[in-house]
């Protein structure tokens, strides 16, 4: 399959070699994606940990909050892949031998992940089970190391 995109990958590669407003467009819509999915779940992760040691009405108010945090995670992560993979059709010979780079693909895979645990635990504990609430605090401690080490490898991504 790989080979039958090589022509297309090859064009790319050249397309966005010879073009600053293109490489510049694409980094931008990288880096907004990012800021905006990545600085909605870090902030909703920050409100979930206050509000696991506040009162349950305090609590069912801020999972109801959460919900609309998760639209915005979603559609700055589809930027970010979106444009993620123009950037490694870009440069494919560097990143398909990047450690960095398969790390980096595995931490967000991991958010992911723990991206879908949170939405279920969002509604089971708007649902009023008590019990979920342990999943929203200790899956938004997973979130915060796992965007910042996802931050990390996308930083050293060029550097390695």
Not at 22 to 44: D, K, Y
Not at 82 to 90: D, F, P, Q, T, Y
Not at 108 to 122: F, Q, T
């Amino acid at each position: 399959m790989l080979n039958a995109l090589m022509p297309w990958i090859d064009n790319w590669s050249s397309l966005y070699s010879n073009s600053a407003a293109l490489r510049t467009g694409l980094a931008f819509a990288h880096i907004a994606g990012l800021v905006a999915s990545g600085g909605s779940a870090i902030a909703a992760d920050r409100a979930t940990l206050v509000a696991w040691r506040r009162d349950a009405a305090s609590r069912l108010a801020h999972v109801r909050v959460l919900h609309g945090t998760h639209r915005t995670v979603v559609i700055g992560l589809t930027v970010v892949s979106l444009s993620g993979v123009l950037l490694l059709a870009a440069d494919l010979d560097t990143y398909l031998h990047s450690t960095a780079f398969w790390i980096k693909m595995a931490l967000i895979a991991a958010l992911i992940v723990n991206g879908g645990v949170l939405v279920r635990a969002g509604r089971r504990a708007q649902a009023g089970h008590q019990r979920a609430w342990a999943w929203l605090g200790y899956g938004s401690i997973v979130s915060l190391l796992l965007w910042g080490l996802t931050t990390l490898l996308g930083a050293a991504l060029p550097n390695v």
